[in-house]
């Protein structure tokens, strides 16, 4: 990707998952951001979002956008097994799969069936190799690792686990595996996911916002508050492992948001 400038700007950064579709005018947003020097992938909930977004970022040099069937959607209705197949389908050719995942929490659980029957089938799509997945993966960490073993998934693509709130031995199996991590503020916040940013090798981390969110909140994240959290997350991340990890950062999601 093109490396951007602009006023106050020092150097790129990488939003690894971002959701700029929230913003009622993404390619706004978008333009804002690349005169920020932030680069992104930006995931979707939605198979209909994906669509709608990508059409709308065609031209963007600074964003990726990803296919998403986000799973509190389908937890909650919005998404049903029609948005679930077209999902599949998209995935097939797309070089980037986001948001997609597990959700086993806050009573999620009880359409397990239908995540796990969703995300098999986006993952099956995938079996080609080449494509950048970012993964939602709470309260199901170890589903989801068991699901990309049985596709070999890490095996020819690559993963990206965002906001990584498993346990130690769930975090240890999937660096083995290969998973990527994105990290973000809200996990900073956290003993364990400070713990985590210290324990994640520098090569298979990377920096998100999981931002802006749905309706009014995405008014309270303007791209320039969103640039100035993300640049704070790196500063974070470097203190706290007492290394500057951002140019392997920056060359790993390079590598990842090339075309």
């Not at 977004?53 to 919005?78: Q, S």
């Not at 998209?90 to 597990?102: D, F, K, N, P, Q």
């Not at 500063?235 to 999601?253: G, H, K, M, Y």
């Amino acid at each position: 990707m093109t490396e951007v400038s602009g006023p106050g700007v020092t150097a790129d950064v990488y939003d690894m998952h971002a959701h700029l579709g929230f913003y009622e005018d993404v390619t706004h947003g978008a333009r804002e951001l690349a005169g920020l020097g932030v680069h992104a992938l930006c995931a979707t909930v939605t198979p209909a979002e994906y669509e709608r977004v990508a059409a709308e970022l065609a031209g963007a040099r600074n964003v990726r956008v990803g296919v998403g069937l986000h799973p509190w959607w389908l937890a909650d209705g919005r998404c049903n097994e029609a948005d679930a197949r077209r999902a599949a389908e998209l995935a097939a050719t797309s070089r980037y799969v986001a948001e997609v995942g597990l959700d086993f929490g806050h009573g999620r659980e009880a359409c397990a069936r239908e995540q796990v029957a969703a995300l098999d089938a986006i993952l099956r799509s995938c079996e080609s190799g080449g494509h950048v997945l970012s993964l939602h993966a709470v309260a199901s960490a170890s589903a989801v690792l068991d699901l990309l073993e049985h596709h070999g998934t890490c095996e020819n693509n690559d993963v990206i686990i965002h906001w990584f709130s498993g346990s130690g031995d769930e975090l240890t199996h999937a660096r083995r595996m290969g998973c990527l991590f994105s990290v973000n503020a809200f996990g900073l916040e956290t003993r364990r996911g400070r713990s985590y940013a210290t324990q994640i090798p520098a090569e298979l981390l990377l920096l998100e916002t999981d931002l802006p969110g749905e309706g009014a909140h995405a008014l309270e994240w303007p791209p320039e508050r969103l640039a100035a959290r993300l640049r704070k997350t790196l500063e974070t991340i470097c203190e706290l492992r007492d290394e500057d990890v951002a140019p392997t950062i920056a060359a790993t999601s390079r590598r990842l948001l090339e075309p």
